[in-house]
């Protein structure tokens, strides 16, 4: 069936530095691949999205790329802060089926 | 307008009962979706229904049901509750089933089943 992995599971960064989170999808009939941020005791928020036309998008310090061919897109968050510590998820839809999230810390 | 609203927000059960759960989407928004999260298991794809119909389906055993209405609310139902039943249980909705949707979470439904 449809999966998607995500790695790393937990990821600490130091303040200002980036942070990168890969996922891998199955279903190459995926055509959306959104990334939500979730924060403890909150719901899922979506931070980013991008579709199956577009190789990159970018808004401020996050970034999505993706390659289709690789079936993989990956988030990128430079100059992190502390209010950027949460769990990430990525999805890809044919179904949305979700990654298995990331803890990301950024120590001060 | 209004987020996703799902109700009720937290709720007890006691194994081998059975529980409903209702999730009202964005205004417009035909597509709805529910996932079960639990601590390390991430969000976990029950099913998702467009138009009143189940459009797909997760891995969970039958005990899990749900549907839509013509108005486009849904509710899921478990019935036969287990002690690993106990989650927070997610809504989605998005104006379609396909394609580039954005798509939008409710705060969900904890519950805990002793």
């Known amino acids: 069936g449809e999966n998607v992995e995500q790695h790393p599971s937990t990821l600490s960064v130091q303040e200002g530095d980036s942070a990168v989170i890969k996922c891998t999808y199955s279903d190459s009939a995926s055509n959306y691949f959104p990334w939500y941020k979730q924060e403890l005791g909150k719901r899922p928020q979506l931070i980013i999205d991008?579709?199956?036309?577009?190789g990159e998008k970018k808004d401020q310090r996050i970034a999505v790329t993706l390659n289709k061919t690789a079936k993989h897109f990956s988030l990128h968050i430079t100059e992190t802060q502390p209010e950027d510590s949460a769990v990430y998820f990525c999805a890809a839809r044919g179904k949305l089926i979700f990654g298995q999230g990331t803890t990301l810390q950024v120590k001060p | 307008k209004a987020g996703v609203t799902q109700t009720p927000r937290y709720l007890i059960k006691t194994r081998g009962q059975q529980v409903t759960l209702s999730c009202s989407p964005i205004s417009g928004h035909r597509s709805v979706s529910w996932y079960q999260q639990t601590p390390g298991q991430g969000l976990q794809f029950l099913f998702e229904y467009f138009s009143e119909t189940q459009r797909n389906k997760g891995n969970f055993p039958g005990r899990f049901s749900g549907r839509q209405f013509s108005n486009s609310r849904s509710e899921m139902n478990v019935s036969t509750l287990e002690l690993g039943d106990s989650a927070l249980y997610l809504c989605?909705?998005?104006?379609?089933?396909?394609?580039?949707?954005?798509?939008?979470f409710g705060e969900g439904s904890w519950l805990t089943v002793v």
């Open positions: 991008i579709r199956s036309n577009v």
């Open positions: 989605a909705s998005s104006r379609w089933d396909n394609g580039g949707n954005t798509i939008y």
